[in-house]
């Protein structure tokens, strides 16, 4: 059997590496729906954190292979890019919450709209990191965008106040109520259901509260892409570390959500950690410059990185330890 095409590089890596993570992400989320989640439950905080354990050791020990294998700098990127798209995932959290709560989404049906979202996000993820490697590549400048742009959304985050968004004023949403049939009501795990049409009486399709949700959470995804794909650009330009550490921050938010959503009003000062990490993930790519390196050390990067998270997360559970939700709202 000829087995050369394996060895044909694709953005920079052999097609083996490509088509034998694609196989494990694909084995993880098999194992995820087909053995621990065979049947529909709700997940408690409890199971959500052991599966949380479980994932960030997946994406750790993966992360392990990418030092022995491809090097010391590539690790480091890996675990750097790990770490930060871990934690911007994080602020999925809280839309995601609005939009459950919008949609008034069971808990026992949650895990379900989450599995697809994830099955979205790779492809889309995919798609946005391909097309941004391709650019990089042919325009070097566009580095230096990326930058300049982490830059000032970090600066807008530390200055700007949050306000909840409205979820019944979204566009998006007025846009399928006006042009679909859709369903006031849940109908169980579907997405959508035949019934008749209240006008005529013939049977249509229906779009449900559900399917509305998971469209909503993977246009949110895309949004916060815009920031978490400069970000990992900046770290490193290898598309195989940019992709694959992208995956794994974000195969494990699924199952990380059933226990943040529990705790989100224990993380108040995550967000201006956050938007330091970004204005310094920009603005590293500049002092490099400015020293004279061909790029800043990966470890420091890392360190830093790790740091400012780390002081973010700490601060916010020891400012917020004696309150409830509805003191923190």
Do not use: C
Not at 47 to 64: C, D, M, Q, R
Not at 262 to 269: D, G, S, T
Request: proline letters at 3%; charged letters at 15%.
């Amino acid at each position: 059997m000829e087995t050369s095409f394996l060895f044909v590089e694709w953005l920079g890596k052999p097609l083996w590496m490509w088509m034998s993570f694609l196989a494990l992400v694909i084995a993880i989320l098999s194992f995820d729906l087909g053995v621990l989640h065979k049947e529909n439950k709700e997940i408690g905080v409890g199971e959500s954190i052991k599966l949380s354990v479980l994932y960030i050791t997946l994406g750790l020990a993966f992360g392990g292979w990418v030092w022995w294998y491809l090097g010391a700098d590539s690790g480091l990127a890996y675990m750097t890019g790990f770490v930060v798209e871990k934690t911007l995932a994080l602020d999925n959290v809280f839309v995601i919450a609005l939009i459950f709560a919008f949609f008034a989404v069971p808990r026992l049906y949650q895990h379900r709209v989450l599995f697809w979202g994830i099955l979205g996000v790779i492809v889309l993820r995919a798609i946005m990191i391909g097309v941004g490697a391709t650019l990089v590549a042919e325009f070097s400048w566009l580095l230096y965008v990326f930058a300049a742009f982490l830059i000032i959304t970090g600066i807008k985050m530390l200055v700007v106040k949050d306000t909840e968004p409205d979820v019944s004023k979204n566009p998006l949403v007025r846009f399928m109520r006006s042009r679909f049939n859709v369903t006031d009501h849940h109908h169980g795990e579907r997405f959508f259901i035949k019934q008749p049409n209240p006008q005529t009486g013939k049977m249509v399709w229906f779009i449900t509260p559900l399917f509305m949700a998971l469209v909503l959470i993977e246009v949110a995804d895309v949004i916060f892409a815009v920031d978490s794909v400069p970000a990992i650009f900046a770290i490193t330009t290898d598309p195989f570390i940019v992709y694959t550490s992208n995956i794994f921050a974000i195969l494990g938010l699924r199952a990380l959500y059933f226990a943040l959503a529990a705790m989100i009003h224990r993380f108040q000062y995550l967000k201006p950690a956050l938007a330091i990490v970004l204005v310094f993930i920009g603005s590293k790519i500049f002092v490099a410059d400015m020293l004279g390196l061909e790029k800043f050390p990966a470890a420091l990067s890392l360190g830093i990185t790790f740091a400012i998270i780390a002081s973010g997360v700490g601060w916010s559970l020891l400012k917020t330890r004696n309150k409830t939700e509805t003191e923190s709202a």
